[in-house]
T-cell receptor, first 113, second 112 residues
Framework: GAVVSQHPSRVICKSGTSVKIECRSLDFQATTMFWYRQFPKKSLMLMATSNEGSKATYEQGVEKDKFLINHASLTLSTLTVTSAHPEDSSFYIC?????????FGQGTRLTVV | RKEVEQDPGPFNVPEGATVAFNCTYSNSASQSFFWYRQDCRKEPKLLMSVYSSGNEDGRFTAQLNRASQYISLLIRDSKLSDSATYLCAVIRSNQAGTALIFGKGTTLSVSS
């Protein structure tokens, strides 16, 4: 089946630095990818929809200047958490769909110290 | 009102029990519904899609009630391996496109 690969799976960074997370569709082209964030014991919250070749669409309350999304090719979307703070520590996960079926990356556990 | 709402539980049941989860959605125009399973610190895995007529897959049964805008998941003969968080999800369609929106998830713990 279709596979979505996310990298890195785990990252620890210092407060104030930026972190880039990659999401790749391995055997299909994805014009749209989705980025979610999940805090411990909380729901998977949709952050933004990444559109190949155009600007991402952000959910209400998500700062687009803090969470930079780039979808430069049909198989790669990146999420950059800029000037990370401890409150940004979370599980970030990407997704791509084929029809109505969603495929998820393995997730990235970000810890900001 | 949240787009998708679930009782977070936890549900603690013995092996062999039958357990049911419900999930409500706010947009009456929603067309596609799903149940996902998520293990700790892992990505969600599709458990089953939910069809209007209801559908069954082994010990799992999913049903949709459009009039009341809720979907349900029934697990029969619970196994220890069923312990996980179960997320309902709905496809949202708006001007920005379509996106999969999740409920908070219901935690199930099956004990021997």
């Amino acid at each position: 089946g279709a596979v979505v690969s996310q990298h890195p799976s785990r990252v620890i960074c210092k407060s104030g630095t930026s972190v880039k997370i990659e999401c790749r569709s391995l055997d299909f082209q994805a014009t749209t990818m989705f980025w979610y964030r999940q805090f411990p014991k909380k729901s998977l919250m949709l952050m933004a929809t990444s559109n190949e070749g155009s600007k991402a669409t952000y959910e209400q309350g998500v700062e687009k200047d803090k969470f930079l999304i780039n979808h430069a090719s049909l198989t790669l979307s990146t999420l950059t958490v800029t000037s990370a703070h401890p409150e940004d520590s979370s599980f970030y996960i990407c997704s791509a769909r084929i029809g109505t079926e969603a495929f998820f990356g393995q997730g990235t556990r970000l810890t900001v110290v | 009102r949240k787009e998708v709402e679930q009782d977070p539980g936890p549900f603690n049941v013995p092996e062999g029990a039958t357990v049911a989860f419900n999930c409500t959605y706010s947009n009456s125009a929603s067309q596609s519904f799903f149940w996902y399973r998520q293990d700790c610190r892992k990505e969600p895995k599709l458990l089953m899609s939910v069809y209007s007529s209801g559908n069954e897959d082994g010990r799992f049964t999913a049903q949709l009630n459009r009039a009341s805008q809720y979907i349900s998941l029934l697990i029969r003969d619970s196994k220890l391996s069923d312990s996980a968080t179960y997320l309902c999800a709905v496809i949202r369609s708006n001007q920005a496109g379509t996106a999969l929106i999740f409920g908070k998830g219901t935690t199930l713990s099956v004990s021997s």
